[in-house]
């Protein structure tokens, strides 16, 4: 157990609907993180948040967004589903950037788009 | 942050070491080396991570080759929840959680 927690665990949603996902960071940890893993694929960085703001963003089209909140815990929204945003949706969450410490994953979000 | 070289699968015998390889030959001065694991349907686990010393925690050994070119993970008795795929990954440390993942090596720890 890391103390990042995700919601929901499973997902089943429709070509051209948006889907929201949630992550609840670690106790004190202030650096959230989105990640991507396709089916037999590495995990592939979306964004990170600091301090409620973007600071940092992967290869993603905009139609990926996100949002942290004062108590840090964080949102993935992607509009526009398409068939191949099915995969496994991983939060992150650590101390500040600049920190010498290790990113602690959440179990996931398992995103099936039909 | 730079990119790194593993063999996509390898195999050990159960309470024997287990020697995972990793090449990052454009590794820069201020990159460190971090290695991960991800046991099926689970998030990454971190394991160690190191700068150019040699580090040792409770779960592995890291070994860092002097020129930090190339590095080895250690799991001294490997067990078979050890079964993974196992990610190095090379990245500066004001990067927060930004990490790229590579192939990782996929690791079967046989009885």
Redesign the interface.
């Known amino acids: 157990e890391?103390g990042?927690t995700q919601s929901p665990t499973h997902l089943i949603k429709t070509r051209g609907q948006q889907v929201t996902l949630r992550c609840s960071s670690q106790s004190g940890h202030n650096?959230?993180?989105w990640?991507q893993q396709a089916l037999g694929?590495?995990?592939?960085?979306i964004f990170?948040y600091?301090r409620e703001e973007e600071?940092?963003r992967?290869n993603f089209p905009p139609r990926f967004s996100g949002l942290q909140f004062p108590n840090y815990s964080s949102e993935l929204n992607v509009n526009a589903l398409e068939l191949d945003d099915s995969a496994l949706y991983?939060c992150?969450?650590?101390l500040?950037?600049?920190?010498?410490t290790?990113?602690?994953?959440?179990?996931?979000t398992r995103l099936t788009v039909v | 942050d730079a990119k790194t070289t593993q063999p996509p699968s390898m195999d050990c015998a159960e309470g024997r070491a287990a020697n995972l390889p990793c090449n990052h030959s454009t590794i820069s001065g201020n990159e460190y080396v971090y290695w991960y694991r991800q046991i099926h349907s689970q998030g990454p686990q971190y394991i160690i991570h190191g700068l150019k010393n040699n580090e040792t925690n409770e779960m592995a050994s890291l070994i860092i080759t002097e020129d930090r070119k190339s590095s080895t993970l250690i799991l001294p008795h490997a067990t078979l929840r050890d079964t993974a795929v196992y990610y190095c990954i090379v990245r500066i440390n004001n990067a927060g959680n930004m990490l790229t993942f590579g192939g990782g090596t996929r690791l079967m720890v046989k009885p």
């Not at chain 1, 694929?41 to 960085?45: C, D, N, S």
């Not at chain 1, 500040?96 to 010498?100: F, K, R, S, T, V």
């Not at chain 1, 290790?102 to 996931?108: I, P, S, Y």
């Open positions: 890391t990042v650096t959230v993180s990640y694929q590495g995990p592939q960085f990170q600091y600071n940092g992967g991983l992150a969450s650590s500040p950037p600049g920190a010498n290790e990113a602690f994953f959440g179990q996931g």
